[in-house]
């Protein structure tokens, strides 16, 4: 089965579509990250990088996700990669090593921590 990954950090609007959520990436409700943006790229992308590391780190463990922090981080900017497209997990699992079952129950775990949206087809 395919799904397609999207992520979103908060719900809108995707253009006109009222069929998927829109990825927004500035404007987040966290009022460091409008600080950081209006600061400079730079700054904002290490800020964010640190954020999600922290995260990564310390929040999905404690949630009860049993991988490594380094796993995840790589599971994670894989998925940045085929954001919008259809994703193929056996063939994902394989380029990290794990299988297509260990993956989905990944993404799911994730999905559930609101770190990114599988879509169905």
Not at 14 to 26: E, R, T, W, Y
Not at 58 to 66: A, K, Q, V
Not at 69 to 87: F, K, N, P
Not at 104 to 114: D, G, I, P, T, V
Request: aromatic fraction near 6%; proline fraction near 5%; charged fraction near 20%.
């Amino acid at each position: 089965m395919h799904d397609y990954i999207a992520r979103s950090l908060t719900p809108a609007i995707f253009n006109d579509m009222k069929l998927f959520p829109a990825v927004s990436i500035l404007g987040s409700a966290s009022p460091e990250l409008v600080n950081r943006s209006a600061e400079s790229d730079a700054a904002s992308y290490r800020w964010r990088e640190a954020f999600l590391k922290s995260y990564i780190e310390r929040d999905l463990s404690m949630l009860g996700l049993s991988t490594s922090s380094i796993a995840t981080e790589r599971l994670l900017t894989m998925c940045a990669h085929l954001q919008g497209q259809i994703l193929n997990m056996t063939s994902l699992g394989s380029s990290l090593g794990i299988s297509g079952p260990t993956v989905r129950a990944r993404l799911e775990f994730l999905q559930k921590a609101l770190l990114l949206r599988l879509l169905p087809p």
